[in-house]
T-cell receptor, first 110, second 112 residues
Framework: TQLLEQSPQFLSIQEGENLTVYCNSS?????LQWYRQEPGEGPVLLVTVVTGGEVKKLKRLTFQFGDARKDSSLHITAAQTGDTGLYLCAGWANAGKSTFGDGTTLTVKP | DTGVSQNPRHKITKRGQNVTFRCDPI?????LYWYRQTLGQGPEFLTYFQNEAQLEKSRLLSDRFSAERPKGSFSTLEIQRTEQGDSAMYLC??????????FGPGTRLTVT
């Protein structure tokens, strides 16, 4: 069974602070996605990383895929209250099935 | 809006009843996925279709669960003889590329 562990489980910060959340596994993934989910809604895709060592930036969000394609991180610069939500990572070992972590719940306080 | 749609958004049923959920994927997407999510956890894979073929099914899916995708378009997920442990958010996602998937808003099932 391929498991993805996300840390921290909960994170509460003030608006304007920086933060990093992590997604780790002992398994190698062909690709990894990050999603943000709000209560009562489905996850929204933020980014896909495919190549080991890859770094992608999306405005204030920076995503990195580990060299060995076993782990990933999401860094948010100058967090805003609108960044509040559940951040999920999902790894793919084949085309049919993805494995999700249990997420990091981020609260950004004004 | 051309995103993934799911109906109903909420379903309350009594234990022992059957329920059916529908998912309409993004029109050009040939892959369709069903997940289940409970509070405090990430989505848990249930099953996957490529066009009308069901290619993978989780071992967690008991015989009470069945999914179909006739003609490779919309999909239905049926749960027979519901149990309280079936209470969860049921998520549908579709994709065209090999890995990226786009989720619908989910169906919240409550079994009383």
């Amino acid at each position: 069974t391929q498991l993805l562990e996300q840390s921290p489980q909960f994170l509460s910060i003030q608006e304007g602070e920086n933060l990093t959340v992590y997604c780790n596994s002992s398994s190698v993934f062909s690709s990894l996605q990050w999603y943000r989910q709000e209560p009562g809604e489905g996850p929204v895709l933020l980014v896909t990383v495919v190549t080991g060592g890859e770094v992608k930036k999306l405005k204030r969000l920076t995503f990195q895929f580990g060299d060995a394609r076993k782990d990933s991180s999401l860094h948010i610069t100058a967090a805003q209250t609108g960044d509040t939500g559940l951040y999920l990572c999902a790894g793919w070992a084949n085309a049919g099935k993805s494995t999700f972590g249990d997420g990091t719940t981020l609260t950004v306080k004004p | 809006d051309t995103g993934v749609s799911q109906n109903p958004r909420h379903k309350i049923t009594k234990r022992g009843q059957n329920v059916t959920f529908r998912c309409d994927p993004i029109s050009e997407h040939n892959r369709l996925y069903w997940y289940r999510q409970t509070l405090g956890q990430g989505p848990e894979f249930l099953t996957y279709f490529q066009n009308e073929a069901q290619l993978e099914k989780s071992r967690l899916l008991s015989d009470r669960f069945s999914a179909e995708r006739p003609k490779g378009s919309f999909s239905t997920l049926e749960i027979q003889r519901t149990e309280q442990g079936d209470s969860a958010m049921y998520l549908c996602a579709s994709s065209f590329s090999r890995y990226e998937q786009y989720f619908g808003p989910g169906t919240r099932l409550t079994v009383t």
